[in-house]
């Protein structure tokens, strides 16, 4: 579908306000219409967004703002709004980003875990995903004042701002301000943003501002400078929703597929970075789609190896994700598992459910194939024939290419995502992919 016909909803909202869709003394505003779905990301491996996954190369990936391009990767606990394909409800159409609270740090507390950014108010809890500017997960331990940072978040009643990530910056960027609009003057042209005495002013006499701005409704506001200031002038600015009510409901929808409490994150992929001691009497980490992943079980432990394609559900603590239950997808021929056997329902009491992928009709297990298939994020190199080299997470695989579909045009090397399943420990058969630019 082209593009242009997946912004309609948005259009549509816009049209019957044409006299606030302009540009305006160096200002302009959208009034947006939020497109079927809303959320928080809580899975990678495609993405999952209030429960359902959905695949996302070749979608339209968009600054919910602006609309301009953005190719970086899709990451846990950002805020967007899917627009699906009209044919498949699984497959993203459109991918708006909802881009958060851009500026530098200060006033952090590492004992109350809350911060200013840009001078408004940020508080976290363990759900809220840190990652480190070498593009690695991280914790609140890495945080410092006079940082630069992104905030992706859920703007309060109370003025403050929710963070489900913070991105750590190697530079500077231009402030940008998201939040709930109070003291608005028509008459002076200003607002302030935040809560209690970390609050800032906007002035946006410069600019047209978006139809239906009031106090209590959610703005994102741009400005020319990267200093932290007590007022901003803003150079542009758009309505992200009439109230806070809006992002409750991204909170109140938080979760995985299952819909149980301690399965509310998701991760598909390979199974990297495996560490332990056998017997394995503390369990085990690994790293799935690059974010820290532990397991309880011992005996699970022992089964795993590097290279297994893997779901895990679990909960998301300080940047690492706790499973509860993980379903092999294993390469190649089915492994026996060190013995361990199915055990979905915790039938040996170990509180971890585990399921080995199960084909209903032959009544057997199936070893990997094009119906245990994810998405990835890596660096295609070294192409000869059908084969490349790709390499995710730090891990270096032999991508087989003999079949893929490519999204937009057929590369030999760069930033690319793929999706595809793993043949061997060490291949990965793309079935489709798409370069980022």
């Not at 967004?49 to 990767?73: F, K, L, M, Q």
């Not at 410092?144 to 489900?164: M, R, S």
């Not at 741009?222 to 909170?251: C, D, G, I």
Request: a negative charge; hydrophobic letters at 35%.
């Amino acid at each position: 579908m082209n593009p242009i016909f997946r912004l309609i909803p948005l259009l549509t909202g816009c049209l019957a306000i044409l006299s606030a869709c302009g540009g305006g003394g160096g200002g302009s505003a959208l009034t947006t219409v939020n497109p079927p779905v809303a959320g928080t990301i809580s899975g990678l491996g495609s993405v999952i967004v209030n429960g359902v996954r959905y695949e996302t190369i070749g979608a339209s990936v968009i600054d919910a703002d602006d609309s301009h391009t953005i190719s970086t990767p899709l990451g846990l606990g950002m805020t967007v709004s899917i627009d699906p394909l009209t044919s498949s409800a699984t497959t993203a159409g459109t991918i708006y980003i909802q881009t958060g609270i851009k500026g530098g740090t200060s006033a952090v507390d590492t004992t109350a875990k809350t911060l200013n950014v840009a001078g408004l108010p940020v508080t976290t809890d363990s759900a809220t995903f840190i990652v480190t500017s070498a593009g690695q997960a991280g914790s609140f331990a890495d945080l410092a004042d006079n940082l630069n940072v992104e905030v992706y978040g859920l703007p309060q009643t109370d003025g403050t701002f929710k963070a489900t990530r913070i991105e750590i910056e190697a530079t500077a960027q231009v402030v940008q301000l998201v939040g709930a609009v109070s003291n608005l003057n028509t008459t002076n042209k200003t607002f302030t943003l935040g809560s209690g005495s970390n609050t800032v002013t906007i002035a946006y006499s410069g600019i047209t501002v978006p139809t239906g701005i009031a106090n209590g409704s959610v703005v994102s506001v741009h400005t020319a400078t990267t200093a932290t200031a007590s007022q901003y002038t803003a150079t542009s600015m758009y309505l992200r929703s009439t109230n806070v009510s809006t992002f409750t409901q991204y909170a109140a929808n938080y979760g995985g597929t299952s819909g149980v409490r301690n399965e509310a994150n998701e991760l598909y992929g390979m199974v990297s970075n495996l560490t332990g001691t056998p017997p394995y009497t503390n369990g085990c980490s690994m790293q799935v789609q690059g974010v820290p992943t532990t397991l309880r079980s011992a005996t699970l432990c022992a089964s795993l190896q590097n290279g297994d394609y893997v779901e895990v559900k679990g909960l998301l603590t300080d940047g690492t994700l706790a499973a509860y239950r993980l379903e092999f997808k294993t390469a190649g021929g089915d492994r026996s598992l060190n013995g361990y056997s199915d055990d979905e329902n915790d039938s040996d009491g170990d509180e971890f459910k585990y399921r080995r992928q199960y084909n209903m009709t032959s009544g057997s297990y199936y070893s990997s194939d094009s119906r245990s298939s994810y998405e990835i994020y890596g660096t295609l190199s070294a192409c000869s024939g059908s084969t490349c080299t790709l390499t995710s997470n730090g891990s270096v695989l032999t991508a087989d290419v003999s079949t893929a579909f490519w999204e937009h045009g057929q590369v030999s090397s760069g930033f690319v995502e793929a999706k595809g399943y793993m043949t061997t420990a060490n291949t990965f058969k793309v079935t489709k992919i798409e370069a980022k630019y």
